[in-house]
């Protein structure tokens, strides 16, 4: 999948690895690009990008996976604040293209260096 890899390199260029626990908070260089947020907790892996609204942080968007013990990523759960939408489900969500797109918004803010 084209966003694991990504978010593995984004991870490696931080000098931690996608295997074990970290937290990681990528401020964006620009205004207009909203901060990146990468953190695993056991078999949890979540990512999110966000920004500040009244002194709230709002997840726009912020998706969690299971690390399954093959090493597969499942996506269990999605956030966007600003829409009140949040979708969760053990059995995993149908949500590639959505994946897709923000991996290649995320090369293009400059999150990942080339």
């Not at 970290?22 to 695993?40: C, K, N, Q, T, V």
């Amino acid at each position: 999948m084209k966003f694991k890899n990504i978010i593995t390199s984004i991870v490696n260029q931080h000098d931690e690895s996608i295997d074990s626990d970290f937290h990681l908070d990528i401020e964006s260089d620009s205004d207009a690009i909203m901060d990146l947020s990468i953190e695993r907790h056991g078999d949890e892996l979540i990512i999110c990008q966000y920004y500040l609204q009244q002194g709230d942080l709002m997840r726009d968007p912020e998706f969690r996976f299971r690390v399954e013990s093959n090493g597969e990523w499942t996506p269990i759960a999605y956030r966007i604040d600003a829409l009140n939408a949040y979708e969760y489900s053990t059995d995993g969500l149908k949500i590639d293209d959505v994946l897709k797109t923000w991996a290649e918004n995320l090369r293009a803010q400059g999150f990942l260096d080339n």
